[in-house]
């Protein structure tokens, strides 16, 4: 196809008229959409739920991270920089007293670390921690 100088004022022209009119869709970050398939739009507070992670990873193939979360039932843990967010999730039941875990997870560049977790009263609480990434893990 061979572009002329009138498609490319008319393709300009649209363009401007969709920004001028607000057309053009709100973009929300992918772990925020994913949080919100989670909840389902419940509100989502801070409580007992804690994330431990290194400030500083050399290496973003493998991050320990541990997660604490007395009375929760599901625990899910994002990355808010990764290509792919979803990062992992736990269950807990009864045979687990102590309601936490660990585990090593890959990071893709400097982000934060999101866990949400849900309560047995049917409630969500949020816990983060910021993570520097030396050299990235996921092809970075």
Known sequence: MQLTRRDLLIMGSVGMATAALGVTPALASLTDDEIAKITGGAEVGAGDLSVTAPEIAEN???????????????????????????????????????????TRIRLAKTQNVVAIAQMEDGSFQKASANVKVTIGGCGG
């Open 60 to 102: 973003g193939n493998t991050v320990p991270i541990e997660i604490s979360a007395p009375g929760a039932v599901m625990v899910a843990v994002f990355a808010d920089g990764n290509p792919t967010p979803n990062v992992v999730t736990f269950k807990f039941g009864s045979l687990n007293p102590t309601h936490a875990a660990s």
